[in-house]
Each structure stands twice: as structure tokens, then as C-alpha cells.
């Protein structure tokens, strides 16, 4: 079995995250997308990142009905500050008959060469990019790597932090969550 593994604080998880995942497992040769939620680093002080157990139930409520989809809290027990290597060796030892692949913005592979042991993961995982729109758009060295893979996903440009400041405008912003999210948001009163 072929897993992409999306990382991210989901904080809050909305449609751009969901169109993305979606795209990937269903239009890429990966068999599911597992939403790896990142812990809150206690080295930073973040006042409006969510407590983990509550960004990771709204994965899981986020992706109920979406068999291809799946919350991962697997770094939640990983010693911090934790990197993507790392993870990946836990996954590997704790699901050694699956393949594990990452999932990134093309923003973000501008950045990779600076990711602890990135040479490591490269030979031995394959990277999925998705189209970002952003300023100082260059050809990455990464580009004409065989296991980097461009996937013409959907470009959705919304933001967990334009989210976040709507709702403590009291803006509308059901339209950009998922129904079972924004009710969880709501009923806890979060991001206000």
C-alpha cells in the first residue's frame, strides 16, 4: 500500500486541505493520504495553535466518509522537536509493508535542500508537489529529481490564519470548512 503523508498543524483543517488530499489519493498511484497532524513545539510559544488532541479531532471529523483519507496523530508520541525523517523511520518500523511518500506545496520544495537528512529521504521516498501561487517563483534543483513528482492539483488559495482572523471578526466562514469542523469549532467556542 502507497501512502502519502501530508503534514501540517491543521489549525483548522478547511476545504484547501481536503481538495488537496482528495486530489491526491484519487488522481495520483497513491492508495490513501494520511493528514499527519504536527504537535505544538514546546520550544515556541504559539497562542492561537489549538491543543493537539483538538486540531487532531477535527482531522478525524474532517475526514469521516472519506475511506482514502486518514487523521495520523503518530507524532504526538515522537520526542520534540521532531523531524520528517524521524517520522518517517517510526512509520516505517510500526508499517513496514507500506510505502510512505511525502505530500508538499511547491513553496515548500524551494526549501527542502534545509530539512534535516533531506538527501536521506529523497533516495528513499518519492515527494508529491502540489502547484503553489507564490512570489519568487524558480526552477527548484529538486524539479528533474526522477522520485519528485509535480501533480496538477487544484490551486486553493485559503489559509488556516485568514480562517482563524474571520472568526474572530465574526465573519461567515462555514463555506470554507468542512461542516463537522465548523460545528466542533463552534461548539468549543475556538478561535474567538
Sequence with gaps: MKIGLYFGTFNPIHIGHMIIAN???????????????????????KSTL???????????????GYPKL???????TLEQPNYTVDTLIHLYEKHPKYRFSLIMGEDNLQSFHKWKNYEVILKNHEIYVYPRVYEKK??????????????????????????RKCIKDKKNVTPLL???VWQYIDEMNFYR
Design 23 to 45: 486530489h491526491m489519493a484519487e488522481f495520483s498511484d497513491l492508495d490513501e493520504v494520511w493528514f499527519v497532524v504536527t504537535p505544538h513545539n514546546p520550544f515556541k510559544k
Design 50 to 64: 489549538l491543543a493537539d488532541n483538538h486540531r487532531y479531532q477535527m482531522v478525524s471529523r474532517a475526514t469521516e
Design 70 to 76: 486518514k487523521p495520523s496523530n503518530i507524532e504526538f
Design 138 to 163: 524558480m526552477e527548484s534543483k529538486f524539479q528533474k529529481y526522477p522520485k519528485v513528482h509535480f501533480v496538477n492539483a487544484p490551486i486553493v488559495e485559503i489559509s488556516s490564519t485568514f480562517i
Design 178 to 180: 468542512p461542516n463537522t
